[in-house]
């Protein structure tokens, strides 16, 4: 979990209501020009790669297709990789605009399986927006990597991620260097070709394909990094952007863990400070669920399928649960159940964490997640840096930091090297970019906003502070940020500099 995921929320809701698009690959040598033809046709169901969870087709509205781009962009006339599309095309009333281009983070996530299921939420903006989202590459039905299969990725979620001796720490290792040799076996030929520069060449085309003079854009999380990489490459070309749910851009990946290891914890403590309990569940504290997490090493309880809920499932349930306040409920109900024997709730969740749908398959969520992540990143991360991180990681979050410090071993291995240190967004002649940082940001820390805006250059980063909770703040309900940002991405109405929701 050492980048920032937004598309877990969806699972979360299909695993637990359970409990109570044309598609890429590679190809031989098609038209990988901007003169190509986009075949659009009716969308098939998701697959399990793009989304674990869901299982119907997208409604009648919507379109899909296959964009080719070059496997290898220094190649233009190699190896093709087939990108997977999906657009509603724009309502009305109003002068249509342009195409709106959606990716909601992970890196993993599926636009394809994703926009359809959130599209309710931007209505106004297809007034005027062909509303389009795309499986990047490496990513579900667009060439999605594969590691290791289904039972394997049962075995590996469920073990001890947060060591507490050189045997467990052995034990790691000798998973993460397996992962490792599963996705370079059965994922090799695109590994070195999945990295952020890339997936902003593929966008680059996308809107030229598309006929879109200007790229409209709409990033959540991973998606800013995206967004901000495509702005520095293509800075003229830039329309109308938002960047939701910020990533700091000067992180590394031990920054980036840090950061993240306390907005969870100050979201585990505010939902706690929330907690109003009830006359079934009481509320938790944070010695409670300590507790239940030492408990859980070494004597899991029951959960559902045969499996049984152990420390790390229940470590990421619990950080799942908080990307949204809605669901703060299930985790009050998921603590308690589990000190009572019962794991399934949190079971759950951790299991949309890691992209696992009720039939027991799993999505390209975590795989391009790291696959992505390491051939974005350079720093290879020792047993001997992390042990000298951990009591940083621990004094940030009791609860989060070891998973977290841990989780820096997971590019230790890659077979790919990566390509910076961290990533360039500076966008010298860009239009206005609009960013929404969230005060109670677990994932993403409200700072990164800041910094973001600041390393777009001056004139091109304009901030908008939301003093609210979860991930992301358009979805969050709030009237504010919405009606802020349609102003801006249907009028082009950029908010004074400074402005803030609450």
């Keep these: 979990m050492s980048r920032p995921l937004r598309i877990g929320a969806l699972s979360a809701a299909l695993l637990l209501a359970a409990l109570a698009a044309g598609c890429g690959g590679d190809g031989g040598r098609p038209d990988t020009s901007a003169h190509q033809k986009l075949d659009w046709s009716a969308c098939p169901a998701p697959s399990s790669s793009q989304d674990a969870g869901a299982t119907k ?33 724009a309502t009305g009333p109003g002068k249509r605009i342009g195409s709106l281009i959606f990716n909601f983070g992970g890196p993993g996530g599926s636009g394809v399986a994703t ?66 040799a599963g996705c370079e076996k059965n994922s090799g030929t695109i590994l070195p070709y999945v990295g952020t520069t890339n997936a902003a060449r593929d966008m ?21 990094e995206l967004g901000g990489v495509y702005a520095h490459l293509y800075p003229k070309n830039v329309g109308r952007a938002l960047f939701d749910g910020v990533v700091d851009p000067m992180q590394t990946p031990e920054q980036g863990a840090l950061g993240q290891a306390k907005g969870f914890q100050r979201a585990l403590d505010d939902y706690m ?122 004094k940030v979050s009791p609860v989060f930091g070891d998973m977290m410090a841990w989780g820096l071993t997971q590019c230790t291995d890659w077979p790919v090297r990566g390509a910076w240190t961290t990533p360039d967004v500076s966008a010298k002649g860009s239009a206005p970019i609009l960013i929404v940082g969230n005060i109670g940001d677990p994932a993403t820390p409200y700072e990164g906003a800041g910094r973001m805006a600041k390393e777009l250059g001056p004139g091109v980063g304009v901030e908008l502070t939301y003093k609210g909770e979860g991930h992301g703040a358009y979805d969050s309900g709030n009237a504010c940020v919405r009606n802020t940002v349609n102003a801006y991405l249907l009028r082009g109405k950029v908010p004074p500099k400074g402005k803030v929701c609450t």
């Design 273 to 394: 400070k929330a907690c109003k309990g009830s006359a079934v569940y009481s509320c938790p504290t944070q010695n409670r669920i300590r507790s239940l997490l030492k408990r859980l090493d070494s004597h899991p309880v029951r959960g559902y399928g045969g499996r049984k809920l152990t420390e790390s499932l229940a470590d990421g349930g619990i950080a799942q649960s908080l990307y949204s306040r809605d669901y703060w409920q299930y985790l009050t109900q998921g603590i308690a159940a589990a000190q009572q024997g019962d794991g399934r709730i949190l079971l759950a969740l951790g299991d949309a964490m890691n992209g696992r749908g009720p039939d027991g398959r799993y999505s390209t969520l975590q795989s391009a997640l790291a696959a992505i992540t390491c051939a974005d990143f350079k720093q290879r991360y020792t047993v001997a840096d992390i042990e000298r991180k951990l009591p940083t990681f621990r």
């Design 115 to 180: 926009l359809p299921a959130l599209a309710n939420s931007y209505k106004q903006l297809r007034t005027r927006y062909d509303l389009v989202s795309f499986d990047p590459r490496g990513v579900g039905r667009s060439s999605g990597v594969r590691c290791l299969g289904d039972r394997q990725l049962d075995a590996y979620y469920a073990a001890d991620s947060s060591p507490d001796d050189k045997a467990e720490v052995k034990s790691l290792v000798r998973r993460v260097k397996t992962y490792a």
């Design 57 to 89: 087709a997208p409604g009648r509205e919507w379109e899909c297709a296959t964009l080719q781009a070059p496997l290898d962009y220094r190649k233009p006339h190699g190896r093709t990789i087939g990108i997977a599309m999906i657009r509603a095309k």
């Design 204 to 224: 680059d085309l996308m809107r030229r394909v598309l006929g879109d003079q200007k790229m409209h854009y709409f990033g959540v999380s991973y998606g800013t």
